[in-house]
C-alpha cells in the first residue's frame, strides 16, 4: 500500500507497528495539512497513537508551510522540526553573489539530476536563492550575526517550530 493510495490508513498503520516496537513518539515528514489531518482523525477513531511532530522542509528561502502545515500542526498540538533550516547549504553564509567557489561536497557528489538542479545557477529561481543569500549574508553581517543564526527556525517568532 502506498501513501498515495491511503495515506491516513498508512500513518495509521506506521503509528501502530511504532506502538508495537516501543517507540515513544511518531512523527511524519512532508505531509500534506489534509494527510496530517487525516492522520490524526485515523488514530483518534481507531483510539491509536498519533504522530506528535511533522517535518517539513522550512528555511527564509522555502516557507510554504507558514500557510497551512504549521497552522495544522498548531491545531493538533504538533512539534514542527524544520528539514533544511539552511536551505540545502544556501544559508550557511558561503553562498553569495561575490564567492570565489560556489561548489560544495553537496554539489559535487549528487548523483540525481532532479536534486542537482537544486543548484544550477542557470535556473533563474536559483539565481533568486543565491540574491537571497547574498542579502541575508549583508544583514546578518552588518547585525554582528552569521548567516546561519540568522536563518535557524527557532529564532522565529512561531511557538510551533523547535
Given amino acids: 500500500m502506498s501513501t498515495r493510495s491511503c495515506p491516513a490508513a498508512v500513518a495509521a ?3 501502530v507497528l511504532a506502538t ?6 511518531a512523527g511524519s515528514s512532508t505531509f500534506a495539512p489534509s494527510t496530517i489531518v487525516q492522520a490524526q482523525w485515523t488514530a483518534e477513531r481507531r ?11 522550512y528555511s527564509l528561502l522555502v516557507r510554504g508551510v507558514e500557510a497551512d502545515v504549521l ?4 491545531t493538533y498540538r504538533m512539534g514542527v522540526l ?12 558561503r ?12 554539489t559535487r557528489t549528487m548523483p540525481f539530476r532532479t536534486t542537482s538542479a537544486h543548484y544550477d545557477l542557470d535556473i ?7 540574491d537571497a543569500a547574498t542579502e541575508l549574508a549583508g544583514i546578518a553581517d552588518d547585525a554582528g550575526y552569521s548567516a546561519a543564526v540568522l536563518s535557524d527556525p527557532k529564532h522565529r517568532r512561531r511557538a510551533v517550530v523547535r
Fill in 13 to 15: 498503520r506506521i503509528v
Fill in 95 to 106: 553562498w553569495h553573489r561575490d564567492a570565489a567557489d560556489l561548489s560544495s561536497h553537496r
Fill in 20 to 25: 508495537k516496537v516501543k517507540i515513544r513518539y
Fill in 47 to 57: 483510539q491509536r497513537e498519533r504522530f506528535v511532530c511533522e517535518q517539513p522542509p
Fill in 82 to 93: 524544520a528539514w533544511s533550516p539552511p536551505a540545502g547549504g544556501r544559508l550557511s553564509g
Fill in 124 to 130: 533563474p529561481g536559483n539565481q533568486a536563492k543565491l
Fill in 71 to 74: 497552522p495544522t500542526c498548531e
